[in-house]
């Protein structure tokens, strides 16, 4: 089982910028990628940004290419997701998951965060 702990949610203005943390802990070894996921009140749990930790390949949903990055830092066993140019409709609560294979499927990751809300004010 691999734990996860995401930190660095916030309350921000449009077009601010903000930088959320997922600590991974436990049977890392066992996940060959990790992703984002987001889950805005009353809408479904959608995936946000996806990264494999060998070769770094990631994958971004459309509404936040160009904005958002996706990045690992294999030393300290942490995923980063940088947002940039925040709007009002990328306030969600944000989860990091843990899996193999990596995409955008829910279904492929078998660990998660307890998530950070993200609130981005007009």
């Known amino acids: 089982q691999v734990q996860l702990v995401e930190s660095g949610g916030g309350l921000v203005q449009a077009g601010e910028s903000l930088r959320l943390s997922c600590a991974a802990s436990g049977r890392t070894f066992r996940q060959d990628a990790m992703a984002w996921f987001r889950q805005a009140p009353g809408k479904e749990r959608e995936f946000v940004a996806g990264?494999?930790?060998?070769?770094?390949?990631?994958t971004y949903s459309d509404s936040v290419k160009g904005r958002f990055t996706i990045s690992t830092d294999n030393t300290k066993n942490t995923l980063y997701l940088q947002m940039n140019s925040l709007k009002p409709e990328d306030t969600a609560v944000y989860f990091c998951a843990a899996g193999r294979g990596g995409g955008g499927t829910e279904a492929k990751y078998d660990s998660w965060g307890q998530g950070t809300q993200v609130t981005v004010s007009s």
């Open positions: 990264i494999r930790w060998i070769g770094n390949m990631t």
